[in-house]
Every structure is written in structure tokens, then in C-alpha cells.
Nanobody, 123 residues
Framework: QVQLVESGGGLVQPGGSLRLSCAASGRTFSRNAMGWFRQAPGQERDFVSTITWSGTTYYADSVKGRFTISRDNAKNTVFLQMNSLKPEDTAVYYC?????????????????WGPGTQVTVSS
């Protein structure tokens, strides 16, 4: 049974940092693109960042320069380092794994999803 489990969310003040982790089990995703999405209340699920099997990264304009995605294939884990957080970053953050290896920005291209972790940016 394939599972993705996010961790590292929480409450942080504006300008602060958080590091999200996503641990996969049940199969290896070393040859697959992995991604992060987020969903704020009443909003659609939006693309945040993706990383290919070879380490190529891509970001939404809203997080470029502040967020960094990385992966540890040996541990079947993907990370999202979030710096200079803003109140508008508040959302549930989801990790996802794609059946494809390249850049994927559409949620429809991801086959496996974690349950999500809440990130709240507030003073």
C-alpha cells in the first residue's frame, strides 16, 4: 500500500520559516516527479513546486525565491523549505507523487497524495 505522509507544518509568524517533509512508503519514487500543492479555505488546490527524478525544480511565481524543494531518494523523502513566510502562504500543504519523471504542474498528473499538513502564518 502506497502512502505519503507530510510533516513539519504549524503556526509561524510572518517572515519565519518552516520545513515540510514528505515520507513515502509502499514503493520507491526515485524515478518519479514529486510535488507540493496547497489549498487555502474556499480556494482550489494550487501548484507550489515540483522536482523531477533528476533534481530539476520548478516553482510557482508566488513562492519563487522563498521556497526550496529537494529530495532524498535513498530515504524516499521530499522536502519543502519555506522561508520569508507570508500570511497568504497559509494553507493545507499536500505532497504528491507523479507517474511521470519530468516537470509536472497539474494536479491531474499526480497519482498519489498525502493527507496534508496545515501551515498557518500569523502574528
Amino acid at each position: 500500500q502506497v502512502q505519503l505522509v507530510e510533516s513539519g507544518g504549524g503556526l509561524v509568524q510572518p517572515g519565519g520559516s518552516l520545513r515540510l517533509s514528505c515520507a513515502a512508503s509502499g514503493r520507491t519514487f526515485s524515478r518519479n516527479a514529486m510535488g507540493w500543492f496547497r489549498q487555502a479555505p474556499g480556494q482550489e488546490r494550487d501548484f507550489v513546486s515540483t522536482i523531477t527524478w533528476s533534481g530539476t525544480t520548478y516553482y510557482a511565481d508566488s513562492v519563487k525565491g522563498r521556497f526550496t524543494i529537494s529530495r532524498d531518494n535513498a530515504k524516499n523523502t521530499v522536502f519543502l523549505q519555506m522561508n520569508s513566510l507570508k500570511p497568504e502562504d497559509t494553507a493545507v500543504y499536500y505532497c504528491a507523487a507523479s507517474a511521470s519523471a519530468g516537470i509536472q504542474v497539474s494536479a491531474a498528473r499526480y497519482n498519489y497524495w498525502g493527507p496534508g499538513t496545515q501551515v498557518t502564518v500569523s502574528s
